[in-house]
């Protein structure tokens, strides 16, 4: 019932106008003596690892800024085993396995498309998937799972539903109803593909391989890339928010990982 409730609240939420109130509150220069109390609040409630970001938090000048706040070097060592793969980012698992029937586990009860999440690309019928959820406390830079080179870019425009659990335990289709950007790179194993899906709150993303940002009212599109990337260099940034989906070919991974488990960047999540 308390998730139906939740659920229903926010449908009647405009949500793009919500985040994009929200996105500019948080990128506004408050006085330093404000900011200060709002990150200092935010760590609380959160139960951020200050000890795991460079600096302080008098050196960032807004929310969105310590949001995307990066890592001291060697805080999150990198599996360099040639058969790795890894988390491209901290969270929690929601879901891993091998896609059936087009169907992508997001919750116990709800399910998305694969087909859908990535706009009928063709390739990815059987794909091995792993998709992990970013929590507010969570490093939202996001990284490649295996050295490859970006080939291929989608930017889909869609819907800014919430991504916490409640939402995906009732909101059917979530992940490829969502705002995305989903980078395609080419490896070893053939392509993968590597989604950062938006959320309610702000919903942008950026990439390193492209100037598109989403939820700015840019018209969504499609591209080709040449942007090569070794293992854990980083692909992109949630600007608050969200969740990485990640589409392997039929067959070319093994994962060790399990629905439910927290992971952290650089940490193997399966071999090939």
């Not at 070893?188 to 391989?209: D, N, S, W």
């Not at 629905?259 to 940490?267: I, K």
Request: one cysteine or more.
């Amino acid at each position: 019932m308390k998730d139906a409730l939740i659920v229903s609240a926010l449908s009647l939420v405009p949500k793009h106008a919500a985040s994009g109130f929200l996105g500019r509150v948080a990128r506004a220069r408050f006085p330093r003596p404000v900011l200060r109390l709002l990150l200092r609040w935010y760590c609380w409630k959160y139960k951020v690892n200050l000890d795991e970001c460079e600096g302080t938090i008098d050196d960032y000048d807004s929310l969105v800024d310590f949001f995307t706040r990066p890592l001291k070097p060697g805080v999150r060592p990198v599996d360099t085993a040639p058969e790795a793969i890894v988390s491209p980012c901290d969270g929690k698992v929601y879901s891993v396995g091998t896609v059936v029937d087009d169907r992508i586990p997001q919750s116990d009860t709800q399910h998305f498309s694969a087909r859908e999440l990535v706009q009928g690309r063709p390739g990815y019928e059987g794909a091995q998937y792993a998709v992990i959820y970013l929590s507010p406390r969570d490093y939202h830079r996001v990284h490649t799972p295996m050295a490859g080179t970006v080939c291929h870019y989608q930017y889909v425009p869609g819907a800014l539903w919430p991504v916490f659990p409640a939402a995906t335990r009732k909101i059917p289709f979530l992940f490829s109803r969502n705002e995305r950007l989903t980078a395609f790179l080419h490896t070893p194993l053939g392509e993968v593909a590597e989604c950062l899906v938006g959320a309610f709150g702000v919903g942008r993303i950026r990439v390193v391989f492209s100037d598109v940002v989403s939820n700015t009212g840019q018209p969504g599109g499609e591209g080709a890339v040449d942007h090569a990337l070794g293992r854990a260099d980083e692909i992109g940034r949630f600007e608050m928010g969200s969740t990485v989906v990640l589409l392997f070919p039929a067959g070319s991974v093994q994962w060790t990982v399990r629905a439910g488990e927290p992971v952290r960047l650089g940490q193997r999540i399966g071999i090939v």
